[in-house]
């Protein structure tokens, strides 16, 4: 996908003109596995991802080297969703691998409740891992 932006005056600071080239390409891999342990139903998810992206961005704001530049993406991603009471409550932790070749790697983690009290609602809360842990640094 190709983009450019131009404000001549913008609010604040100098002139704008930004052009940016950006192409994503990839594939993914998934196995799900069910089964009833207990009084729960779960439902295990596992998948691997690779990502290549190109891109150009021209602003002198923000990027240090100019130009085309390519990077890297694979990720482990693993999950379990855990329905408990007939699909009133569900439980569903989840984490996830990455590593790119310019940031370097890192995992995320991920846990998301679901309660149903009524058949007409439906409370969700989902607690992230948003800072994630760098395992280069």
Known sequence: ??????????????????????????????????????????LFKFNY???????????????????????????????????FLDDRLMVNPAVRYEHTNDFGSKVSGHLGLRGKPYSWMILKTNIEDRKSTRLNS
């Open 49 to 83: 991802e690779i990502k290549r992206e190109l891109f150009n961005n021209s602003s002198p704001l923000g990027n240090p080297v100019p130009g085309f530049h390519a990077r890297t993406t694979n990720g482990v991603y693993g999950s379990d969703e855990a329905s």
């Open 1 to 42: 996908e190709y983009s450019h932006f131009t404000d001549v005056s913008p609010s604040i600071g100098g002139p704008i003109d930004v052009k940016n080239y950006d192409q994503v390409f990839g594939g993914q891999m998934a196995w799900d596995y069910s089964a009833k342990t207990g009084p729960a139903v779960q």
